[in-house]
């Protein structure tokens, strides 16, 4: 054997870099030996799982969505704007705004309650395991036990993890639909049945519920009654018409008509539209495989998977995914070399 060619081997083997990367997203890279195989569009896909299982990662998924919520809050705007537009058009005044409203006006409620965590990704036996304990949870207090006295109780069982507390004072879009539903339902001082969320297991007592002053429901009362009179989408459409400019120029003029009235999205609703991206997320990720915390080794290889998983929500994810690649590459500086 000739042990000096072995030797130029081994260093030569020590000196070599490693395989440069083919495909960069942000901090996470990929070589051409993990792409082997894959088609164009097959790695474009990868670049999107990959921006999504980084943003789970390191919790900076709101970030990743903010382009696009904000997209969803401007359509609210002018959804507002053509309500306004519409009741000048009809000559609805203030006086018969404050009349419909007396019949059904918005409620702020301040809710106790005490919660048995279950998401809704736990196991059937967790879940079932949760619910029992809301159940008792509820007879203690329907016994006349306090709900600190009812945490401390069921912590005690070491088990499913239980909170309780006063919530601050909410509107409706403020809390989880089934949340503020159970909510709406009580008066003062009763006590709802157990009502599951995406949290787990509640059981809420209401404790005042006060009417919203028209001034801060004014928004959402007046969009009733614009579609109620009309069609207030096409009355903003002829309102953009008669500028005679381009989409784009329109949609500018309008948002800035908006500002110009001072025209808001209630806080309630602003909340909502980041939990719907927030849920969105939620679904990809638990059909993708991505979780917080991962090191950008752990993304790289859940991305990897991800792109390989035949599952049919898997499947899903990825085809909702593309829809949003845009914010991805917002988000993150994605690199290609030449060739690949």
Not at 52 to 69: I, K, N, W
Request: with cysteine; glycine share 6%.
């Amino acid at each position: 054997m000739d042990y000096r060619a072995l030797l130029t081997l081994v260093v030569f083997a020590a000196c070599a870099e490693p395989e440069p990367p083919s495909v960069t997203v942000g901090p996470a890279s990929f070589t051409e030996d993990e792409l082997l195989g894959l088609s164009s569009s097959r790695r474009e896909t990868l670049i999107h799982l990959t921006g999504l299982g980084l943003a789970v990662a390191d919790s900076t998924t709101a970030a990743l969505g903010a382009p696009l919520v904000l997209e969803w809050i401007e359509d609210r705007e002018l959804e507002i704007l053509a309500a306004e537009l519409t009741l000048e058009k009809n000559e609805v005044g203030e006086d018969a705004l404050q009349a419909r409203y007396s019949t059904d006006p918005d409620w702020e409620l301040t809710v106790r309650h005490i919660l048995v965590f279950s998401e809704r990704w736990r196991p059937t036996s967790h879940r079932e395991a949760a619910a029992e304990k809301a159940a008792r949870a509820l007879s203690m207090l329907q016994a006349g036990s306090e709900f600190p006295d009812v945490e401390t109780t069921l912590m005690a069982e070491a088990a499913e993890e239980v909170g309780e507390g006063l919530m601050p004072p909410g509107r409706e879009g403020t809390w989880v639909p089934e949340f503020w539903g159970a909510a709406l339902a009580l008066q003062p001082g009763e006590l709802s049945p157990v009502t599951e969320t995406q949290y787990g297991f509640h059981v809420l007592r209401l404790e005042n519920r006060q009417v919203v002053p028209l001034s801060e429901a004014r928004s959402s009362t007046i969009r009733e009654i614009a579609a109620s009179i009309d069609n207030p989408a096409q009355v903003l459409e002829a309102w953009m018409a008669t500028s005679g400019q381009g989409q784009n120029e329109q949609r500018a003029a309008a948002i800035e008509e908006v500002r110009m009235r001072r025209l808001e999205v209630p806080p309630g609703e602003r909340a909502a539209l980041l939990r719907q991206w927030e849920d969105q997320v939620t679904a990809w990720s638990t059909a993708l495989g991505f979780r917080y915390g991962y090191a950008t080794t752990e993304v790289e290889v859940a991305a990897l998977a991800a792109l390989a998983n035949a599952n049919q929500s898997a499947d899903i994810a990825r085809t909702e995914l593309a829809s949003h690649a845009d914010l991805i590459r917002a988000r993150y500086l994605v690199q290609i070399e030449a060739g690949t």
